[in-house]
């Protein structure tokens, strides 16, 4: 099974900063990674598909990058609705995994 | 508009069974293949079952293989999981997912004595 290590489980920022989320899988998942955001009490909402391609209607200030078993998310300026929890999801192989996700959480 | 509205969660005791239903709308539906995943209290997301579009294969984690089965009928546009066996860690919310891209809004699954 691939595992996926995601960093920082927390972190702490201000509105206007930029941000990276950091997910290392345990072998090459070739470029098959996603990235969601998940408020509270609500369904995970996907941002990032394969690496880098933007889901349709998502701020441009969300872009994902990485190759082989290294990859990042970055939020180029936060938002106050950017305050969110964040999960990598890799479908490169069955069993599909996620992250352990990242709190985002206001300065 | 893609629609994904799950039903059939609920309050149920170890070792027994409950069908979890996604109705589907605004899509295609045998044009994609669809997964459920799902989400305990207060915790990560967790894969738990993916079908193809026609339905003739499916795929598992070792945590439900041969416990649950997903399934569904096109003609109803309804994807399926069949839950047996039902132990206190499967506690969860439970989504249907069209290709991890739409998510439904989640049914709540709760096991306890």
């Known amino acids: 099974d691939i595992q996926m290590t995601q960093s920082p489980s927390f972190l702490s920022a201000s509105v206007g900063d930029r941000v990276t989320i950091n997910c290392k899988a345990s072998?090459?998942?070739?470029?098959?990674l996603n990235w969601y955001q998940q408020k509270l009490g609500e369904a995970p909402k996907r941002l990032i598909y394969?690496?880098?391609n933007l889901q349709t209607g998502i701020p441009s200030r969300f872009s994902g990058s990485g190759s082989g078993t290294d990859y990042t998310l970055t939020i180029s300026s936060l938002q106050p609705e950017d305050f969110a929890t964040y999960f990598c999801?890799?479908?490169?192989?069955?069993?599909?995994?996620f992250g352990s996700g990242t709190k985002l959480e206001i300065k | 508009e893609v629609q994904l509205v799950e039903t059939g969660g609920g309050l149920v005791q170890p070792g027994r069974s409950l069908k979890l239903s996604c109705v589907a709308s605004?899509?295609?539906?045998?044009?994609?293949?669809m997964s459920w995943t799902r989400q305990a209290p207060g915790k990560g997301l967790e894969w738990v079952a993916s079908?193809?579009?026609?339905?003739?294969?499916?795929y598992y984690p070792d945590s439900v293989k041969g416990r649950f089965t997903i399934s569904r009928d096109n003609a109803q546009n309804t994807l399926y999981l069949q839950m047996n066996s039902l132990r206190s860690e499967d506690t969860a919310t439970y989504y249907c997912?069209?290709?991890?891209?739409?998510w439904g809004q989640g049914t709540l699954v709760t096991v306890s004595s």
């Open positions: 997912t069209r290709e991890g891209a739409y």
């Open positions: 605004g899509f295609t539906f045998n044009n994609y293949w």
């Open positions: 079908i193809t579009n026609s339905g003739g294969s499916t």
């Open positions: 072998q090459n998942i070739n470029k098959y």
């Open positions: 394969n690496t880098n």
């Open positions: 999801l890799q479908h490169n192989s069955f069993p599909l995994t």
